[in-house]
């Protein structure tokens, strides 16, 4: 199960109370000092909210691997350093199904198809004023950025939200609220539950 959103839509919060396995994502950003990375338009701040901030092959790999052995190592990512600290093993067992979740999951919505492992795809939505608020508070507590970047930030985002849904739709994912988006998983997870008991 892929799940994306704006950033602040609640995709962390859904994931832990689903119940099932995490892949976060957010740990495949590049580093700070990668010559690569995106920048704003008429700005010198870092586009962390580009696709191009983040290792798109290696979260691919890291899902398959998942999918084929039930294990993988992944980064431990530091936001607030732009920087990977280290790594670590992520072990979903025997579990037909686990959850991948970041702000740019919908960009594997193909790959994960054409690979036959992907369940489905999931776009939070919770409104642009909603999400402004939550992610700004999320990222203050949590010391992401500095506070001056992080309005830029926020404004910006406000003000792109609704057509950063409608990229995510067009590349797959389903837009939805908590509650439908909870509903999905519940759904997917029963059915694959019924498909490896049939298989077994």
Aim: proline share 5%; net charge positive.
């Amino acid at each position: 199960m892929l799940l994306c959103g704006p950033s602040g839509s609640g995709k962390s919060l859904l994931a832990a109370r689903s119940g099932l396995p995490v892949l976060r994502l957010d740990d495949f950003y590049k580093e700070g000092t990668d010559p690569t990375l995106p920048t704003v338009p008429e700005s010198s701040d870092i586009d962390w909210d580009h696709p191009g901030s983040w290792d798109a092959d290696a979260a691919v790999a890291a899902i398959a691997e998942l999918c084929r052995t039930g294990r993988t190592r992944v980064p431990v990512y530091d936001l607030s350093l732009s920087a990977r600290t280290g790594a670590e093993a992520v072990d979903v067992g025997r579990t037909p199904l686990f959850l991948a979740e970041g702000i740019f999951a919908a960009e594997l919505v193909t790959r994960c198809r054409e690979l036959g492992v992907l369940a489905d795809a999931l776009c939070l939505s919770r409104g642009p004023v909603t999400t402004f608020r939550r992610r700004f508070v999320r990222d203050l507590r949590e010391g992401r950025k500095s506070v001056p970047f992080l309005l830029r930030r926020g404004w910006r985002l406000m003000r792109q939200e609704r057509s950063v849904i409608a990229r995510q739709t067009a590349l797959g994912a389903y837009a939805c609220d908590r509650d439908e988006a909870m509903g999905r998983l519940a759904d997917a997870a029963a059915g694959r539950r019924a498909t490896a008991r049939t298989a077994a």
